[in-house]
């Protein structure tokens, strides 16, 4: 099994990628320490996992809140004893609109899901692995990490600052036994629609967004992503680092 013996933090497991990424990291022998802020969706996966005889744990609550976001790790390292592995997959769209319409209480939930979670999370993980043989960082951005065309302002800013964070991470520890990679999924087939309620939308920003995403050659499944997660945190992939993936069925490509 490519996971055996590891220990791995995801957040944003109780549904869409995060939980495929769970179950597979599970079926190949890891560790799960699983977050997630729906406690419903957490514990079905949580008895999901267990069900299937994996190994799983989990903390309810918002990534974007420090302490629950360092508490993860703390939990992977109190219950398990290690940490190997972090996958950074929560996340939260806006409602389509550009700076100009952006309102403060959106960039700012926003931003700290997409963006602050992951360095809180990231920071306690370095700390952790720096004296403990290194592991593998994968963040999970998006198509508009690399488009401005795809999403708002603020979910766009938060994605392309997600890959500088994953670029500057692969770089200041990569002589260090700490790998960082991002996914940059294309139009995947998961919840995260939920989140933007419809009254909240913004016309004029979701049709220029339309228009992009009129472009989309194909949609994924959450079990895609995961395979490319797995790769990303096993040690198939040990000199793969810093490296920015679209996953999208050739959406990059126009």
Known sequence: MRLQGKVAVITGAGSGMGLAMAKRFAAEGASIVAGDWNAK???AAVASIEASGGKIVSAQGNIADQATAE???????????????????AGVMDFMQGVGELSDDIWRKVL?????????????????MLTHGGGSIVNI??????????????????KH????????????YAKRGIRCNAICPGATKTNI????????????????????????????EAEDIAALA?????????????????????WDAV
């Open 193 to 220: 629609a939920e989140s933007m309620t419809p009254e909240r939308m913004d016309k004029a920003g979701s049709e220029r967004a339309g228009a992009f995403a009129a472009l989309v050659p194909a949609y994924l």
């Open 141 to 158: 951005a998006s198509t508009a990490a690399l488009h401005g065309g795809a999403a708002g302002a603020a979910y766009t800013a938060s």
């Open 112 to 128: 700290g899901i997409n963006l602050d979670g992951p360095m809180f999370t990231s920071r306690k993980a370095v700390a952790y």
């Open 71 to 89: 508490g993860l790790v703390e939990l992977a390292i109190k219950t398990y004893g290690r940490l190997d592995v972090l996958v950074n997959n």
């Open 230 to 250: 797995l790769f990303l945190a096993s040690d198939e992939s040990h000199n793969i680092n810093g490296a920015i993936i679209p996953a999208d069925g050739g």
């Open 41 to 43: 969706r957490l514990e």
């Open 161 to 172: 600052a997600l890959v500088g964070l994953t670029k500057n991470t692969a770089w200041m």
